[in-house]
């Protein structure tokens, strides 16, 4: 499987993006979407996930509110809306997908996704 994430950019403190993830092959097959970013210096960290049919969605704590994913389970598409977007969003997206449902306890764990795309860069200025 093959990802392709895009839709990054540079945006003011405040501002939104949305960033898109393109998968080779229908959602259907792939039961947990998500999507984890990594700032330089830092470790990468779990943003969002949705695990199928998508009514199942988690979210880190310092995201919630702000970010949503969805995705659309006929096609091969997963996005993450991002608002009120704060210059400590600032880092590298990667989407990633599994072919299982992960348990709800584990969707932040990198470990557990099979599949990563390239990543998109996320710049917030203050």
């Known amino acids: 499987v093959q990802l392709q994430a895009f839709g990054g950019g540079l945006v003011q403190a405040g501002g939104f993006l949305r960033l898109s993830c393109a998968a080779s092959e229908r959602l259907f097959n792939l039961k947990t979407m998500g999507w984890f970013r990594q700032a330089p210096g830092n470790a990468r960290e779990f943003v969002a996930a949705?695990?199928?049919?998508?009514?199942?969605?988690h979210y880190a704590d310092s995201v919630k509110g702000r970010f949503t994913i969805s995705r659309d389970n006929t096609g091969n598409t997963v996005t993450l809306q991002m608002n009120s977007l704060k210059p400590e969003d600032t880092a590298v997206y990667y989407c990633a997908a599994s072919r299982s449902r992960i348990f709800q306890s584990a969707v932040g764990l990198s470990t557990m996704y099979d599949f990563w795309g390239q990543g998109t860069q996320v710049t917030v200025s203050s």
């Open positions: 949705s695990r199928w049919s998508g009514s199942s969605t």
